[in-house]
């Protein structure tokens, strides 16, 4: 198995807050990983700094054997390095399907073929054909989170990070997620780093999360370890233990 | 663009093209000149700032540069005037990458000041540069492009209509679309693989360019420039242009140019009172119709008949 995403000592610092601190783990190709952590544990940040939206102060990053540390973000994108975002993004005054032809137009995606067409593939594959041609306005949320997949999945990824996929969604909804992430995971092979605050959604979907609390990884294991984890009960004590998922 | 769209602005163009000729009157050749050169500049605006919503205040930058350029070429260096349309065309897009390159990489409202002090810092340079520029009586004497008032009008239509046709194409293909995104949602546009940067600086650069022409038109036909064509009043107005007529449409840009130009015109039997009533109008317009007046009515027309 070789690493697809090595992560080495990466560290960011906001005014004296070090958001994330020497974080290290590696990703094999067609893993799928889950990093666990209570609000404010510096997952989002971690993933600002893999996908170049931040700049990092310390550490290594490489994909696919490559440094993408310097990159900028359409860049790493460009390189098979996709993100969705945990509040839902669509681009205001598109329609469904033009939103995800934006995605099918980065250049690593038009090595794979015609865009207008690569992009009736991908809404048919995220469930959203027959919405295709409404406006992004009109959606409804749940139909705004695979609307972020499609995006995302338009640029070709190798490994597709997924902020709060669950968020703000219903638990019909996160049933549908859940599907349409194992697919994308089972049939194409694709690795997928996801965070979620909560491990409930976490223990059908992942084999191993990386747990983080204060920008720091505290625990790494499979799923049910975690859960047991003295640390990792620690870091949700006083905030909400139900969060964790297993009170 | 369905059938009634072509045969909308072909009426329209005709009856632009007609005008005149019943007025049979020099006055009103010139304002309907005047008017379509409005109508270039608008539309230029409407292409950049319109589509990827990145305002730019300093459009008369790139228009007081086409117009300078003009000036220099056929005004001092005693050029052909026709040699005025590409150098006016070039100047302002290099001006727009020496803005565009620190500014359009930032967020925020960096790129709309730049512009505006852009502009401002080189309607200073023409008057203090004034051995050169002639100062704030500007370059005057230069030829007209056509001689005949009519022929000069038709060319400038017809440059009109071109700017629009190639803007309007140009937004309607996957560029066009880049630009939408970017005004949607810039950073998501960027997770979706798009170097945005390019698309916002290389657009500017199309935009001034327009902009560049038909300030290379204006200078031709009033056969001189003053550091008016770089004024800040110049910039605002062709913003208000863009929204009368309806922002984002290109065409219905390039129509608000030519009626504010018209009513202006129109309002003329007012005397001093004129501005006063045009920006009433204005200030109608802008807090009733918030999309515009001319792109919306256009809409409406079509939904009633359908």
Known sequence: ???????????????????????????????????????????????????????????????????????????????????????????????????????????????????????????????????????????????????????????????????????????????????????????????????????????????????????EIIAVGAPAQIVRHPRVIESYIGKNEAELGIA | MRKRDWLGAGALVALLAALPLFLENRYFTGVFTVCAIDGIWAASWDFFSGLSGRENFGHALFIGGGAYAAAFMNGKFGFNPWWSIPVGIVVPAALSLVIGFPTLRLRGPYFALAMLAAAAIMQQFAVIFWQYTGGTEGIYGMSRLIDSSLGNYYFVLATLVATVAVLKAIAASRWGRILRAIKGDEGACEAAGINTTFYKIASLALSAGFAGLGGVLFAHYEQAVTPDDLDVFLSISVIIMVYVGGIGSIWGAACGGILLNLLLELLRGLGEYRLWVFYIILMLVLFFMRGGLVAPFWQRLQGSRA
Request: proline share 4%; with cysteine; aromatic share 6%.
């Open chain 1, 1 to 215: 198995m070789s690493a697809l995403l090595e992560v080495e000592g990466l560290t960011k610092r906001f005014a004296g807050l070090v958001a994330v601190k020497e974080v290290s783990f590696t990703l094999a190709a067609g893993e799928i990983t889950g990093i666990l952590g209570p609000n404010g544990a510096g997952k989002t940040t971690l993933f600002n700094l893999l996908t170049g939206f931040l700049p990092s102060d310390r550490g290594a990053v490489n994909f696919d054997g490559r440094s993408i540390l310097k990159e900028r973000p359409h860049q790493i994108v460009n390189r098979g390095l996709a993100r969705t975002f945990q509040l839902c993004r669509p681009f205001h005054g598109l329609s469904v399907r033009e939103n995800v032809e934006i995605g099918c137009l980065a250049p690593r995606a038009r090595q794979e073929g015609d865009w207008r067409r690569q992009a009736s593939v991908i809404l048919d594959e995220v469930g959203l054909a027959e919405k295709a041609d409404q406006p992004v306005e009109v959606l409804p949320y749940g139909d705004l989170r695979r609307l972020e997949f499609a995006r995302a999945l338009a640029t070709r990824p190798k490994l597709l990070l997924l902020d709060e996929p669950f968020a703000g969604l219903g638990a019909g909804e996160i049933g549908g997620i859940v599907h349409l992430i194992r697919r994308l995971h089972d049939k194409e092979g694709l690795s997928i780093l996801i965070i979620e605050h909560r491990l409930r959604e976490f223990m059908q979907l992942v084999k191993r999360v990386i747990a983080m609390d204060f920008g």
